[in-house]
């Protein structure tokens, strides 16, 4: 089964600030990599898809980059909303998995 | 708009069985593969299991193979989930999702339902 870590597990910042979530996979997913935001009481939302492409409707602060097992979602400006929990996720391989999360939380 | 929407959830005994449905609409189900995703209370998302667009493939996280069944109905348009041998860990909020893309097994879960609570306890 793939490992997906990720970093930090709890990230304390201020709205406005730059926002660096980093996940690990124990080999490689190709391009295979997603991204959710969950809110409390909410299901999941995909923002991020194969690594960089933003789903529908999700804005342009939102990116991600990364290749093989080395993957950042980044959030250049955050809003109040942007406050949650986000997961890594990968489809390369069956059982697909999830990483364990990163709070991000208001300073 | 699309939709998913869940149903079948409760309070069950260790060892005896429940089933999930999962109503879709707003898109034609027929053409998307569809998964079973848990949340346990205060816990991080585990996938579940995962059934193709017709049924042809499916498959399950190794915590659940051999107790739980996906299938499909295209017909009305339902996803379920057969659940036996329930054993108290299995207790989460389940969520059903769609597979972005026409009849591919493995792409970004872009839709997602409400959840389900299912609690398993004696």
């Known amino acids: 089964e793939m490992v997906l870590t990720q970093s930090p597990v709890t990230l304390s910042l201020s709205p406005g600030e730059r926002a660096t979530l980093s996940c690990r996979a124990s080999q490689s997913v190709g391009s295979s990599l997603s991204w959710y935001q969950q809110k409390p009481g909410q299901p999941p939302r995909l923002l991020i898809y194969d690594v960089s492409n933003r789903a529908t409707g999700i804005p342009a602060r939102f990116s991600g980059s990364g290749s093989g097992t080395d993957f950042t979602l980044t959030i250049s400006s955050l809003e109040p909303e942007d406050f949650a929990i986000y997961y890594c996720?990968?489809?390369?391989?069956?059982?697909?998995?999830f990483g364990q999360g990163t709070r991000l939380e208001i300073k | 708009q699309v939709q998913l929407v869940e149903s079948g959830g409760g309070v069950v005994q260790p060892g005896r069985s429940l089933r999930l449905s999962c109503e879709g609409s707003?898109?034609?189900?027929?053409?998307?593969?569809f998964h079973w995703v848990r949340q346990a209370p205060g816990q991080g998302l585990e996938w579940v299991a995962m059934?193709?667009?017709?049924?042809?493939?499916?498959y399950y996280a190794d915590s659940v193979k051999g107790r739980f069944t996906i299938s499909r109905d295209n017909t009305d348009g339902t996803l379920f989930l057969q659940m036996n041998s329930l054993r108290p860990e299995d207790t989460a909020v389940y969520y059903c999702?769609?597979?972005?893309?026409?009849?591919?097994?493995?792409?970004?879960?872009?839709?997602w339902g409400q959840g389900t609570l299912v609690t398993v306890s004696s």
């Open positions: 999702a769609k597979g972005a893309e026409h009849f591919y097994d493995s792409s970004p879960l872009d839709t």
């Open positions: 707003g898109f034609s189900f027929n053409k998307y593969g």
């Open positions: 059934i193709s667009y017709d049924a042809s493939n499916k």
């Open positions: 996720h990968q489809r390369r391989n069956w059982p697909l998995t």
